[in-house]
């Protein structure tokens, strides 16, 4: 008998820390900087660093479970550790995909949008080619793919680094102007930066997909943990420091005024066309629809190879060593959703299923945490870590059925 070909273990912790950059500073900073100064106005870099540390509990829960069961669709798996139930496990795997899915779908669009901008183009050829070529990136192999990705994830950060840059002559400014972003004990500023925190925690999703290709990460127990906590920090900083040059250079009212806010940022402090900080833009969307369906695919295969799912998902080819056969179902339902265009619906109710994924995880890890407290050659974090994480996204559970239900 043939012994069974795995997953190949090609990701370093540099690579993995791209990925995790990757998902997380995507093509929403692009688009949230506006709806946040809206809300939090000279506060917004405040919202940013509370929503950063909201986030950072579930990406810590996220990061000892990595070490604890380093396997691939690590959400699922996680849960049926926790609660011991096959069923809720494959549930939530099969919600992460469909989540991934539709998020992928909605960015291919978007990036199609974008690139209309520039080139004309037929819709149906464009989103079968660009649906097509994704996927044959994910089949290529896992090095390649997030090879690729890395590159375009530098090159997304140096469009935020540029925009900030040209901002430095405020940035200099924020010793003496530093009193304008500390609210008053007034509710009323509160409540906007309450809210602005709520939009800017979306922002820093994206930990959740690097666990689902832990079983191509190499010395995983360490690598991944450790990348997730080095994403969270590097975007943290990126963050915060974007909005204290946006807030310190333009009124918040004129940003919140824009559609291309991190342009016009670009434009007002360079005095130059801001063209290419649309086309890193576009680079970002195409950048998170490349990872979704990388992360869609692993979790399909990670059910499949604990018999969740049919066998024939979790083969893994004897070349690429990558999962085709979920390579290709993911690839053809994402260019299915791209197609049909009514993604608005399934894209608002995918924020909802994370948030309610974070609690569940972070509610498995307090069970797991009770049943092993402290296992060998893992990284551990106070068990007060997965409480926090648990209160914080049930209540922006509860924040948005409020809002949907409204």
């Not at 002559?169 to 972003?181: F, I, Q």
């Not at 909005?243 to 342009?263: G, Q, R, Y």
């Not at 296992?375 to 922006?396: D, K």
Request: net charge neutral.
């Amino acid at each position: 008998m043939k012994p069974q070909i795995r997953l190949k273990r090609s990701l370093s912790l540099p690579m993995m820390t791209l990925y995790g950059l990757g998902t997380t500073i995507g093509a929403g900073i692009y688009a949230l900087v506006g709806e946040i100064v809206s809300f939090a106005g000279y506060y917004a870099p405040l919202s940013f660093l509370i929503a950063s540390v909201l986030a950072g509990f579930t990406a810590l829960s996220f990061a000892e479970l990595s070490s604890r069961f380093p396997r691939a669709a690590g959400a699922a798996l996680y849960v049926q550790k926790g609660f011991h139930s096959t069923t809720l496990s494959t549930v939530i795997g099969l919600l992460v995909v469909l989540a991934g899915l539709v998020s992928a779908a909605a960015l291919i669009n978007g990036f199609f949008a974008h690139m209309q901008q520039f080139i004309g183009s037929e819709r149906l050829i464009s989103i079968v080619l660009i649906s097509l070529c994704l996927g044959a990136l994910a089949a290529w192999g896992i090095a390649q793919s997030v090879i690729v990705a890395s590159l375009i994830t530098l090159i997304e950060i140096s469009g935020l680094l540029w925009v900030i840059a040209v901002s430095h002559e405020a940035l200099l400014t924020l010793p003496s102007r530093w009193p304008e972003l500390v609210p008053s004990i007034d509710i009323s500023s509160w409540h906007g930066i309450f809210f602005g925190g709520i939009l800017a925690f979306y922002a820093f999703i994206g930990f959740e997909d690097m666990v689902d290709v832990a079983e191509e990460v190499k010395d995983v127990k360490r690598n991944l943990p450790l990348a997730i906590i080095l994403t969270l920090i590097i975007t943290m900083v990126l963050y915060v420091l974007l909005m204290l040059a946006a807030v310190l250079s333009i009124a918040p009212s004129d940003i919140a005024a824009s559609d291309i806010p991190l342009a016009f940022i670009y434009e007002s402090n360079s005095g130059k066309d801001a063209t290419l900080i649309m086309i890193i833009g576009m680079f970002a969307v195409i950048n998170g629809a490349l990872i979704q369906m990388i992360m869609a695919s692993r979790v399909l295969y990670g059910l499949s190879s604990r018999d969740q799912l049919p066998a024939i998902l979790s083969k893994v080819h004897h070349k690429t060593r990558t999962p085709l056969a979920a390579i290709l179902v993911t690839t053809l339902c994402v260019l299915v959703l791209a197609l049909t265009g009514s993604l608005l619906t399934l894209a608002q109710a995918t924020s909802l299923v994370m948030l309610t994924l974070f609690a569940i995880v972070n509610l498995s890890l307090w069970r797991v945490k009770k049943q092993d407290p402290r296992p060998v050659g893992t990284v551990l974090f106070p068990v007060w870590v997965p409480v926090v994480g648990f209160l914080a996204s049930s209540a922006f559970v509860i924040v948005e059925l409020i809002n949907k239900l409204s």
